[in-house]
């Protein structure tokens, strides 16, 4: 659930201009207007623009439909693809745009560079802060301010410039706007970074000042230990496939320890998403740069790939050939609760099965509702409801825990299927319970069960 009511709405009202209005900025824009500032969201893409402006949102992001259409409505919150609009009377110049990675697997800056391009001929004067929110190496600060210096020396102005991260996940962004575990700001001048900080008074959140390199490192410190957690337990659960352990059992007895914790511990296909493969990549970056070696990251890589594969071997073991089979996909997007396919194991999944002569019926409910956010190859791949994708199927795959497939009736699914074979990328389902409906199954990190019988010689 999305609670805002913790939300003291006494702040002083600042101008601020957010660019780039996807995932991020949108959240940070419709979150500022909420809590009383006057925000004007820029963004290159007019489409999305003009969507924003009537309150239709392109991504799926619990709660956020509801904030922005409060933000539009009170006046506290407008869209533009005109800097000349956003940049002259704010206070605050956020930057939200998307820092994908090159091929090399550094962060590509060049939005940044261009969003900084752009607002340079519009500052009038006035010694906006800008406030760097896009995950960007350690050194962007400084980047941000040799771009500027050009055009505020004309001005007569010094470039103020505060890194800070966000956190906020996919899926739950709203309530982590409204709940930040910390807010950190990093900034030569520890006065700046405590005027962002006040953006955020309304939200009670412990502050940490930091200079702009730590802030930036911070952030990727942070995504790559996440990344790493997830790859070393898909790790203990192949370990746990072989040994015939159960690798819920594991987590339970070892995330009971306050040091370790139960968050990003669960087995699964992979860690995806346009956030922490990218962040990794561009740490090992980082390292290559500086000359100095990361091989706990070039690891979490490895494993995180192995874990694709893995799931398809296992699918391959069971069915003989995956050619002409026929392979039911529940789940696409990279996690429940987003329309994001960036970087989604499940779509690899879907790939190496169908570049193996599978034939793949899929459903997601985001992308049921989208077909474009999956390439064009995989459209026809694509079905109306869990139950139609699992028609004649030879095996069922679930490759992401959206939450509506516990709910799914496993008898209809079982009369509707070929062969009774489930293979759970995401152990949302309880083993004993589908093995007891005489599906075979196999988890991760589970012992997976023979089939009792086939309905095919297959
Ligand atoms: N998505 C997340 O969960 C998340 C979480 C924390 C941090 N981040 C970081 O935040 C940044 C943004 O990520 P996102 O997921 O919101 O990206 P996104 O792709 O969803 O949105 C980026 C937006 O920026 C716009 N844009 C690009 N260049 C522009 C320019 N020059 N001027 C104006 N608009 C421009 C794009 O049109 C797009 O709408 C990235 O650096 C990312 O690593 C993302």
Redesign the pocket.
Known sequence: MVTTEKVDQGVKTRRVAV????????TVAAGLGELGHSVVG????EG?VTELCRGELR?HEPGLADLVRRGLDSGRLAFTTHYDYAVPEAEFIFL????PQTLAGAADLR?IR??IN?LAPALNGSSPIIVN????PIGTGETIEELLREALVERNVRARIVSN??????GR?VDDFFHPDRIVVGSRSAVDALEVASLYEGLHSEVIVTDLRTAEMI?YVANSFLATRISFINEIARLCESIGVDIDQVVEGVAQDPRIGSQFFRAGIGFG???LP??VAALRYVGETFGVATPVLSAVQEVNRMQRTSAVRRLQSRLGSLEGRRIAVWGLTFKRDTE?TRESPAIDVVSLLSNAGAHIQAYDPAVAANPSLVPERFRPFLRATPLEAVQKADALAILTDWTEFKDVDLVTVRAAMINDLIFDGRNVLDQAEVEALGFAYIGVGRSATLPRRRRTDR
């Open positions: 660019i780039g209005c996807g995932h991020v900025g949108l820029v963004d290159v893409n999305l991504i939200a745009v998307d820092t939005n261009a969003a752009s929110k896009s995950t960007s991260p966000e956190f906020l996940q996919q962004g952030k998403g346009s956030c990218k962040d994001d």
